[in-house]
């Protein structure tokens, strides 16, 4: 079994930044993607970042140029956010992926939110 335990989630004005930290305990061995998913009230969770062992990042187009997502070791994935907008409001969600075996981890989610 993997934790994932996500921090600092958030209010801030629109255009401000936030920086949303994972941290992976467990059995972390063989987790090839860690990533992070966003919630909005009366949608469906979407991808927002990943990023493979080997540095390999992806990223929505909604966040592409605003968002850097990185991965510090093995254990721990960032998720930098920049000139946040109003429609970043969301529950933000650490992910990790075992591709080998298709397991897949969630964190408890973080609560984003941008005024404007």
């Known amino acids: 079994q993997v934790q994932l335990v996500e921090s600092g989630g958030g209010l801030v004005q629109a255009g401000g930044s936030l920086r949303l930290s994972c941290a992976a305990s467990?059995?972390?061995?063989?987790?090839?993607?860690m990533g992070w998913y966003r919630q909005a009230p009366g949608k469906q969770r979407e991808l927002v970042a990943t990023?493979?062992?080997?540095?390999?990042t992806n990223y929505a187009d909604s966040v592409k140029g605003r968002f850097t997502i990185s991965r510090d070791n093995d254990r721990t994935v960032t998720l930098k956010m920049n000139s946040l907008k109003p429609e970043d409001t969301a529950v933000y969600y650490c992910n990790a992926q075992k591709t080998i075996t298709y397991e897949t981890y969630w964190g408890q989610g973080t609560q984003v939110t941008v005024s404007s």
């Open positions: 467990g059995s972390i061995f063989s987790i090839n993607i």
């Open positions: 990023i493979t062992r080997g540095g390999r």
